[in-house]
């Protein structure tokens, strides 16, 4: 089992929808979690982080961690043509520090105008 | 945020040559950066941690020889793909994270290197 799961997609959804990506992960030790969006052919770009559980809110982004199931989502609200991209979570146990990411793989998703 | 800033974008190169991709945090100091490897489709491969005045940490399975990792300076490490051949073509990724902060971790835009 990967310690970080995420459905692959592709995710195809109309303009204007919700949408919603997740990642479950087994390692307990995981306390910071991250979103990145990454266009093709281009490096990941940081959408969210956060280090407790519940929602925090950034524009029409909303991350959500439930830490007791081991859960976390991404929604994006008034889903854009602009929205599509890879996204990817990333998990680490430490709040502050260097210690490297463990990622999901990925979900492809398409916005569809 | 912070700003990573890789360099080149693109490289394309003949076999047995080498090649060096550089990456440098602008607005911060970076004690630990790492490299990454992505193929098409597919999610980001660790291939090793670069610490500022020591030997970079490689992952299982990627040849230290083959991929040389110097971080010289706070701001600049840099990753040196040795007697390149097709097989090395990628899109190479590194990322920092200002020290000190519960800011995530900023990715590079990449470089795509296509080896001949």
């Known amino acids: 089992q990967k310690e970080v799961e995420q459905d692959p997609g592709p995710l195809s959804v109309p303009e204007g929808a919700i949408v919603s990506l997740n990642c479950t992960y087994s390692n307990s030790a995981f306390q910071y979690f991250m979103w990145y969006r990454q266009y093709s052919r281009k490096g990941p770009e940081l959408l969210m982080y956060t280090y407790s559980s519940g929602n925090k809110e950034d524009g029409r982004f909303t991350a959500q961690v439930d830490k007791s199931s081991k859960y976390i989502s991404l929604f994006i609200r008034d889903s854009q043509p602009s929205d599509s991209a890879t996204y990817l979570c990333a998990m680490s146990p430490y709040r502050f520090g260097n210690e490297k990411l463990t990622f999901g793989t990925g979900t492809r998703l398409t916005i569809i105008p | 945020g912070a700003v990573v800033s890789q360099h080149p974008s693109r490289v394309i190169c003949k076999s047995g040559t080498s090649v060096k991709i550089e990456c440098r945090s602008l607005d911060f100091q970076a004690t630990t950066m790492f490299w990454y490897r992505q193929f098409p489709k597919q999610s980001l491969m660790l291939m090793a941690t670069s610490n500022e005045g020591s030997k970079a940490t490689y992952e299982q399975g990627v040849e230290k020889d083959k991929f040389l990792i110097n971080h010289a300076s706070l701001t600049l490490s840099t990753l040196t793909v040795t007697s390149a051949h097709p097989e090395d073509s990628s899109f190479y990724i590194c990322?920092?994270?200002?020290?000190?902060?519960?800011?995530?971790?900023?990715f590079g835009s990449g470089t795509r290197l296509t080896v001949v």
């Open positions: 990322s920092a994270r200002e020290q000190a902060t519960n800011y995530g971790y900023t």
